[in-house]
Every structure is written in structure tokens, then in C-alpha cells.
């Protein structure tokens, strides 16, 4: 573990206080641990859990956002998944959807295939996301921040990134068991 994480919390406990502040909105969630984790910890019908497909979970959240314009869209996101995807910090900063939230959880690391070192220490995605266009941009290291943050984007027209520091741990999360056309199915039905 880096030295300057020793004091960082988890994602799992990130994704925690996040989910208590939502309640119905559309929130899709990037493969691997993050979705796994919020599976575990608040499994509902408005989560779109990514079954692979590294990179695309804002990109599909944006198309939410654009379809569904009155309702407010998450994305929870791994700074190794912003790197795969990072045409869509364009696209969104592009479009300028107001209703998009984008958090990313910074591990500095590729946690799911054995937490490989991520550029993300030298590339830092929320000025990247700044210069894209995105309106809000916000960096976190702790829960009281996170949340403070967290609740002010809600109230705000994005599109928003809200960076959330966190250490290396995962939470042991079992993976998602709904089959990727299920998990469409109930994300539609919910989102109507």
C-alpha cells in the first residue's frame, strides 16, 4: 500500500455514504469491485451493474442522462475505467448533460486484476475533467468531504466529477448473479 493511503477509507465505505444520500436515481456502476460492492451493500433496481465492459459505464450513464433529462444520473467509476474510457470525459463536457454526476473512486490502482498500478498518480482525472468541460469538479480524501461534496452536486446543474481518494482494500463481495440482459430488463423497468 502506497504510505499516503494508510489513511485514506475504502471504496466500499465510499459507495456506503454515497448510497445513503440516493433514492431513486438511475446510478451505473463500473465493472468489478465498485459493482460488486454496491451490490452488496444496497442492491436495487435503479443500479446498473457493469458485467465487464471496462471504460463504458459513464458512457452508458450519459445516454441516460440524455434520455431521461428530468431524472438525475450517477455514475460510479474506477480511475482504471476513466483511463480505458477517457473519450467520454470529452463527449460529456461536450454535451454538457445538467443532470450527470460522475464519481470516481482513485485507488491508483487496477484492483480487480490484482490492484496493477494505474497512471492516475500522474494523471489527475479531475483536472482532466475540468479542462473536458465538466462544470463541477471536486477532489475528496475523506467521508465528511465525500459527503458534504456529495450532497452539493446533487443540488447543482453538471455534468459533475466528484474524485473520492481511496485506499487499495476491497470489500469481500461476491459477484453480481444477474445475468446482463435481467440486469437491463430491471434497470429499464425501474428508470420508465
Do not use: W
Not at 49 to 72: C, D, E, R, T
Not at 77 to 82: E, L, Q
Amino acid at each position: 500500500m502506497r504510505p499516503e493511503q494508510g489513511t485514506l477509507i475504502s471504496r466500499a465505505q465510499a459507495i456506503g455514504a454515497l448510497l445513503e444520500l440516493l433514492t431513486d436515481q438511475p446510478v451505473v456502476i463500473c465493472n468489478g469491485f465498485p459493482s460488486r460492492e454496491a451490490h452488496k451493500i444496497a442492491d436495487r433496481a435503479t443500479h446498473f451493474y457493469m458485467i465487464g465492459s471496462m471504460g463504458n459505464a459513464p458512457a452508458i450513464a450519459l445516454g441516460v442522462a440524455l434520455a431521461k433529462p428530468n431524472k438525475q444520473v450517477v455514475t460510479f467509476d474506477g480511475d482504471g475505467n476513466v483511463l480505458m474510457g477517457m473519450g467520454t470525459l470529452a463527449t460529456v463536457g461536450a454535451l454538457k448533460p445538467k443532470n450527470f454526476i460522475h464519481v470516481v473512486f482513485d485507488n491508483e490502482v487496477y484492483g480487480t486484476t490484482g490492484n496493477q498500478p494505474t497512471i492516475s498518480n500522474v494523471v489527475p482525472l479531475d483536472k482532466v475533467a475540468k479542462a473536458a468541460g465538466y462544470v463541477n469538479v471536486e477532489r475528496v480524501r475523506d467521508r465528511e468531504d465525500l459527503v458534504y461534496e456529495f450532497k452539493d452536486m446533487l443540488k447543482k446543474d453538471g455534468p459533475s466529477m466528484l474524485l473520492v481518494k481511496v485506499n487499495e482494500f476491497a470489500e469481500d463481495a461476491g459477484r453480481v448473479l444477474l445475468e446482463p440482459p435481467d440486469l437491463t430488463k430491471r434497470f429499464m423497468k425501474a428508470i420508465e
